[in-house]
């Protein structure tokens, strides 16, 4: 006993609480806790604490074993079933949002066939590196992580580039250096293919949002998203009604050219959450083409609302 005491006081000042020991004669057995260390420091802490345990009187053994707690990195995917709903300027800012509130967020565009977010993260022609054979995500100006299949899929090459390969370009961009991250957000391409099922099978997200239009038709499509969803057992965060209603330029006063609370009545009757409506805005729509995707006062509460959910989860 009096030497695990030793031995802990002799590891202290260099592990802190990092390092748990067993000792069995003269033989030590350490366990140490490098997370958040790269490989390097994980080993300058494994042959520091080495040393000291050598150190101790009455130690003939050090064995060492390094182990991490892997960030549990949550993904948040962003899905329709129509295209051109939103999704990807729901996706930028829902990232921007969950960021404001203190996550350490990623965004991955995984919609092969129309991939937008370079140019909305404003890092347009970005290639991403590779350290250790991973992506290493782009840096944007707004301080998230980029992966896009843009980044990879030559435009003019997307369409071949079905099954398999959209399939291995979609790991790459998941399994790559997010490094702290702990949310990805991931904006989904239209629909119910492969991408979608690679998705929902190898990389299991958190839970799924869904973006729709007011009319009745993108509705439909939506539920289809839903049913992709729940099937594989992924929980349906909620659905967000993009271009609900309109924000006047001018006065800012919101009209309902499409009706109003017919999204937030559908949410009710397919049983999941409504979200929130976004204003069919022109500052959104310009932003957006600037590069410029800014946290809108509309994508907030939606961002609020996915954080209480995740946080719950
Ligand atoms: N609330 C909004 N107000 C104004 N413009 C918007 C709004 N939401 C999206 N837009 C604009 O509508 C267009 C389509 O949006 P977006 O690209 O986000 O849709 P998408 O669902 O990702 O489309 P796709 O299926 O092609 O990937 C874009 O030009 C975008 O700027
Ligand atoms: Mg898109």
Same mark, same amino acid.
């Given at each position: 006993?009096?030497?695990?005491?030793?031995?802990?006081?002799?590891?202290?000042?260099?592990?802190?609480?990092?390092?748990?020991?067993?000792?069995?004669?003269?033989?030590?057995?350490?366990?140490?806790?490098?997370?958040?260390?790269?490989?390097?420091?994980?080993?300058?802490?494994?042959?520091?604490?080495?040393?000291?345990?050598?150190?101790?009187?009455?130690?003939?053994?050090?064995?060492?074993?390094?182990?991490?707690?892997?960030?549990?990195?949550?993904?948040?995917?962003?899905?329709?079933?129509?295209?051109?709903?939103?999704?990807?300027?729901?996706?930028?800012?829902?990232?921007?949002?969950?960021?404001?509130?203190?996550?350490?967020?990623?965004?991955?565009?995984?919609?092969?066939?129309?991939?937008?977010?370079?140019?909305?993260?404003?890092?347009?022609?970005?290639?991403?590196?590779?350290?250790?054979?991973?992506?290493?995500?782009?840096?944007?100006?707004?301080?998230?992580?980029?992966?896009?299949?843009?980044?990879?899929?030559?435009?003019?090459?997307?369409? #071949?580039?079905?099954?398999?390969? +959209? $399939?291995? *370009?979609?790991?790459?961009?998941? =399994? /790559?250096?997010?490094? &702290? @991250?702990?949310?990805?957000?991931?904006?989904?391409?239209?629909?119910?293919?492969?991408?979608?099922?690679?998705?929902?099978?190898?990389?299991?997200?958190?839970?799924?949002?869904?973006?729709?239009?007011?009319?009745?038709?993108?509705?439909?499509?939506?539920?289809?998203?839903?049913?992709?969803?729940?099937?594989?057992?992924?929980?349906?965060?909620?659905?967000?009604?993009?271009?609900?209603?309109?924000?006047?330029?001018?006065?800012?006063?919101?009209?309902?050219?499409?009706?109003?609370?017919?999204?937030?009545?559908?949410?009710?009757?397919?049983?999941?959450?409504?979200?929130?409506?976004?204003?069919?805005?022109?500052?959104?729509?310009? #932003?957006?083409?600037?590069?410029? +995707? $800014?946290? *809108?006062?509309?994508?907030?509460? =939606? /961002?609020?609302?996915? &954080? @209480?959910?995740?946080?719950?989860?």
């Amino acid at each position: 006993m009096t030497q695990e005491v030793t031995l802990n006081a002799a590891l202290e000042p260099i592990a802190g609480q990092r390092a748990t020991i067993r000792i069995d004669g003269d033989r030590a057995s350490i366990i140490l806790d490098v997370t958040g260390l790269d490989a390097a420091g994980g080993d300058a802490l494994e042959a520091a604490v080495r040393a000291a345990a050598s150190a101790v009187p009455g130690i003939a053994t050090v064995r060492i074993a390094q182990t991490a707690q892997r960030t549990t990195r949550r993904i948040i995917a962003v899905a329709s079933g129509k295209g051109g709903v939103g999704k990807s300027t729901v996706s930028a800012n829902l990232a921007l949002g969950l960021q404001a509130l203190g996550r350490k967020v990623g965004l991955v565009d995984a919609d092969i066939y129309g991939p937008s977010q370079p140019k909305l993260m404003g890092v347009e022609g970005s290639r991403p590196q590779a350290t250790d054979k991973l992506l290493d995500p782009v840096p944007t100006p707004h301080g998230i992580g980029l992966l896009s299949m843009g980044q990879l899929v030559p435009a003019d090459q997307a369409i #071949a580039w079905r099954g398999p390969m +959209a $399939a291995g *370009a979609l790991t790459q961009l998941i =399994v /790559a250096n997010w490094g &702290d @991250a702990d949310t990805l957000v991931v904006d989904m391409p239209p629909g119910t293919g492969d991408i979608q099922l690679t998705m929902v099978q190898k990389h299991k997200p958190a839970g799924a949002v869904i973006v729709s239009t007011p009319q009745d038709l993108s509705l439909i499509d939506a539920k289809r998203a839903i049913d992709l969803f729940r099937k594989a057992g992924v929980p349906i965060i909620g659905l967000i009604e993009n271009m609900a209603g309109y924000a006047c330029p001018h006065c800012g006063e919101l009209s309902d050219p499409f009706g109003k609370g017919g999204a937030e009545t559908a949410a009710g009757e397919l049983g999941i959450p409504f979200l929130g409506r976004i204003p069919l805005d022109i500052a959104i729509r310009t #932003a957006s083409d600037a590069g410029n +995707a $800014a946290e *809108a006062g509309a994508f907030r509460e =939606v /961002a609020v609302r996915v &954080d @209480a959910w995740m946080r719950a989860a």
